[in-house]
């Protein structure tokens, strides 16, 4: 896949996982670039992990791999985020 590709894979991967954990307002374009495209790469490896497929190309299966990947992401920033402002 080519880089372009790899940026609105990403792109969108990142814009549906912020909406789907209530970070939509929070995060830019660029945010969502990089969250997806980091997604992408945590869910290809679990989804390998556990016996699947992970990202095959520009398709709907390679959204879904880094949607996953990028909701896992978040997740684990919001975590990471919480305890530090727990602690202080």
Same mark, same amino acid.
């Given at each position: 896949?080519?880089?372009?590709?790899?940026?609105?894979?990403?792109?969108? !991967?990142?814009?549906?996982?912020?909406?789907?954990?209530?970070?939509?307002?929070?995060?830019?374009?660029? !945010?969502?670039?990089?969250?997806?495209?980091?997604?992408?790469?945590?869910?290809?490896?679990?989804?390998?992990?556990?016996?699947?497929?992970?990202?095959?190309?520009?398709?709907?299966?390679?959204?879904?791999?880094?949607?996953?990947?990028?909701?896992?992401?978040?997740?684990?920033?919001?975590?990471?985020?919480?305890?530090?402002?727990?602690?202080?």
């Amino acid at each position: 896949m080519s880089i372009l590709g790899w940026v609105i894979l990403g792109g969108i !991967a990142g814009w549906i996982a912020s909406i789907i954990m209530r970070r939509d307002k929070r995060m830019g374009v660029f !945010a969502n670039i990089l969250v997806g495209i980091v997604g992408a790469f945590i869910g290809g490896f679990l989804f390998h992990l556990f016996g699947g497929t992970g990202i095959t190309g520009f398709n709907f299966w390679s959204l879904v791999v880094a949607t996953v990947g990028a909701v896992i992401l978040l997740w684990i920033v919001n975590l990471a985020s919480g305890s530090r402002s727990r602690s202080t």
